[in-house]
C-alpha cells in the first residue's frame, strides 16, 4: 500500500514520520476498527432485550410515555443498523485514517468528504455483489462456490483502485492548495 500512495501522490515516504506512521498507523486503525464493531455488538445486545428493560420502565413510567419509548428506540435502531449508518461510519473513519496518516494530506476537510464518498461508493457495490452473487447462488450453487473465489479477488481489486482513485483525487487537491497559496 505504502508504494501505491506513493506513486499516487507523487512523494516518497522516507524520515522519521513515516516510520512511525507506518508503525503505528495500523494498530492504532485496527483497535479503532475492534472498538466500533464492540461497540455495535453492545448496542446490538442492549437493542435486542429492550423488552426486558421495557418491564422495569412500566414501573417507572406512564403507558403513554413507554410508547413513546419504544418507538424512539425503534426508530434509532433502524437508523443505526438497518440502514448501514454504523457501517458507513466505520468504514469513513477507517479511509479518513489511511489518507490522513498514509497520504500525508492534511486538508481535513477534503480528506473527509473524499473518505465518506469513497465509503458510500465500496458500500453501493457491496450491496451490488451482494444482490449478483445471491442470484448466482439461486441458479447454481456449484457454479456460485467456484465463482465465489474469482469475486472475493475481484471485489478486493475494485475495492483498492476505488481507494487510490480516492487518494489520488486528494492528491490533485493538495496540489491545486499548494498552487493557489
Known amino acids: 500500500m505504502k508504494k501505491a500512495l506513493s506513486y499516487i501522490t507523487e512523494s516518497s515516504f522516507e524520515g522519521k514520520f513515516s516510520i512511525y506512521v507506518m508503525t503505528l498507523s495500523l494498530p492504532v486503525v485496527l ?3 475492534i472498538s466500533l464493531y464492540i ?3 453492545m448496542l446490538t445486545f442492549i437493542f435486542n432485550s429492550f423488552s426486558l428493560i421495557l418491564k422495569y420502565l412500566t414501573l417507572l413510567f406512564d403507558e403513554k410515555t413507554i410508547t413513546f419509548i419504544k418507538k424512539t428506540v425503534l426508530k434509532l435502531y433502524n437508523v443505526i443498523f438497518a440502514g448501514e449508518v454504523f457501517e458507513l461510519i466505520t468504514l469513513s473513519l477507517f479511509i479518513f485514517t489511511a489518507y ?9 476537510k477534503a480528506v473527509f468528504y473524499t473518505s465518506l464518498a469513497v465509503s458510500l461508493v465500496i458500500l453501493i457495490l457491496k450491496n ?15 457454479f456460485a462456490a467456484i465463482g465465489l473465489i474469482f469475486a472475493v479477488i475481484l471485489w478486493l481489486k475494485i475495492m483498492f483502485d476505488i481507494f487510490l482513485i480516492g487518494a489520488r483525487f486528494l492528491y490533485y487537491v493538495k496540489k491545486a492548495s499548494f498552487e493557489e497559496a
Do not use: D, E, Q, R
Open 39 to 41: 461497540l455495535k455488538i
Open 128 to 142: 451490488v455483489f451482494g444482490f449478483i452473487f445471491s442470484y448466482f447462488i439461486v441458479k447454481s450453487p456449484v
Open 100 to 108: 490522513y496518516l498514509l497520504a500525508n494530506i492534511k486538508i481535513k
Open 31 to 33: 483497535i479503532l476498527f
